[in-house]
DNA sequence: AGAATAGTGTCTTTGAGACAATATCTA
DNA sequence: TAGATATTGTCTCAAAGACACTATTCT
């Protein structure tokens, strides 16, 4: 018999080199910050990209995305929040031939993420107001668009938000992590009371900062909601409104 | 010199074997549905499964998905609403080794998928109602549900349950959609307001329906608006609201 | 007229946004 | 005390949900 044990591929199937990348955002020194390392092979040897690499044989998708941080970048830690972002597959992507990339995107707060020694090449947190992502190797700079898009919606109704937080973090503490990742300003009084009336989002520690100045604020956890109801809206971008009033 | 043009992969960079599937939902005889094929070879000869296929070298991950589907079912138009679900590359979820497939989520209106002469296999219009997932092959059950359940979160935002309708639909034919793909029934005269008091939803054409009976409604074509403001609330699931009443 | 479906209006409640006022700390 | 930040409260407006009512066709 020649049959193997399990069915084989369809003959002219042509495998594809598969790798991760991942977009790692947190926040350090009151930015917004994306995790980059400086690409130490050809092609585009030197240029900044996100961290990633190719999968191994049998390897789970997440898995690799996590490895490949940890090679690269010494965290050693599992992000807080890890989610697939988007497959990318455009021929041309990669001037090595047909590689496919799936795109996780990862939130972290800035003490469990630091970039301490590293294996690869240099490794750095750009801020993203300063960073210019023109630079980035592949097409990095639309995956990191991609995420940048999916972080600003997606703490719009779930509470991955506190993903950017310390265990234990104030109210003042969430309503920056929203100011920077959407880049306006909240209204302090409007998101307490937002944040601290919907259901599952924090829970109350009862415990105090101690702060060089001001009142003490109140320490929460993260609640046991995953989805916010109601969710937290985004100020409204200035809609061109072409309202046109319907004549009687 | 042995130095190709473009420079070539790292050593050990095993590539692998890369599918698309595709749930493709609709709505039919008032049910909401999901194309399967029945498949000829094996693993899981005989089942049912969704549409989908092994991309080809140099080919674009969504062109691959509609080639697939012309292969297998005879549908020659793209679908009205194509978009990326995720990426599944669990190891085991194919018997033939590591495969990962790249899922896509599409919606067609009735009339233009009919399930004509097919090259392939069986394929059928599966009355999500009805219809049993746990027979279906692969991780295909899985893949679905999460297309579900995109489907029914994206309608709340998007206009994409335009894309269910045929060019010229009145508000009852939205509405009918939303109720099938929410699963509830919904105020006719609320969602009318609505529905019709979002800015760029809906175009009114000024023409009418004919029908047998009760009075003709108007025809609207989709807007231009991608995204709704406000949004389409679904009704609240029935929460085991865990509101605690605070003490004083 | 009566049945059927389309579309409008009205009331109530919820929640968002603007902003005043109070509370509790440090220097 | 002043300065700073946290937290509560109040008012107004927009929009959702419940539901009565009118409009336009058919038989």
Redesign the interface.
């Known amino acids: 018999m020649v049959q193997p044990m399990?069915?084989?591929?369809?003959d002219g199937?042509?495998?594809?080199?598969?790798s991760v990348d991942l977009v790692l955002l947190t926040v350090r020194d009151d930015q917004l910050a994306v995790l980059l390392v400086r690409r130490g092979?050809?092609?585009y040897r030197g240029r900044w990209a996100l961290p990633g690499g190719?999968?191994?044989?049998?390897?789970?998708?997440a898995d690799a995305a996590v490895r490949e941080l940890a090679e690269e970048t010494g965290l050693r830690h599992r992000p807080a929040h890890l989610e697939?972002l988007?497959?990318y597959?455009?021929?041309g992507r990669d001037?090595?031939?047909?590689?496919?990339t799936?795109a996780f995107l990862a939130l972290a707060p800035q003490s469990r993420a630091p970039v301490a020694g590293t294996d690869a090449a240099a490794s750095r947190w750009a801020p993203l107001r300063d960073t210019s992502t023109a630079e980035l190797a592949f097409d990095h700079a639309a995956i990191l668009a991609d995420g940048l898009e999916r972080a600003r919606s997606k703490i719009e109704y779930s509470a991955v938000a506190t993903a950017f937080c310390e265990p234990e973090f104030t109210v003042a503490d969430l309503r920056r992590i929203y100011e920077l990742v959407w880049g306006c300003r909240l209204d302090p009084r409007n998101f307490h009371r937002k944040v601290t009336g919907t259901?599952?989002f924090l829970l109350p520690t009862g415990r105090f900062t101690t702060p060089d100045s001001g009142r003490p604020a109140e320490l929460y956890r993260r609640g046991e909601a995953g989805v916010l109801?109601p969710a937290m809206l985004r100020p409204?971008r200035e809609?061109p409104?072409?309202?046109r009033p319907e004549q009687s």
Chains 1, 2 share one sequence.
Do not use: C, N, Y
């Open positions: 399990s069915p084989s591929l369809p199937v042509v495998p594809v080199p598969l092979i050809d092609p190719f999968v191994r044989p049998g390897e789970d998708l697939q988007a497959t597959g455009t021929p001037p090595r031939g047909h590689v496919v799936v259901a599952g109801h409204a809609h409104e072409q309202k």
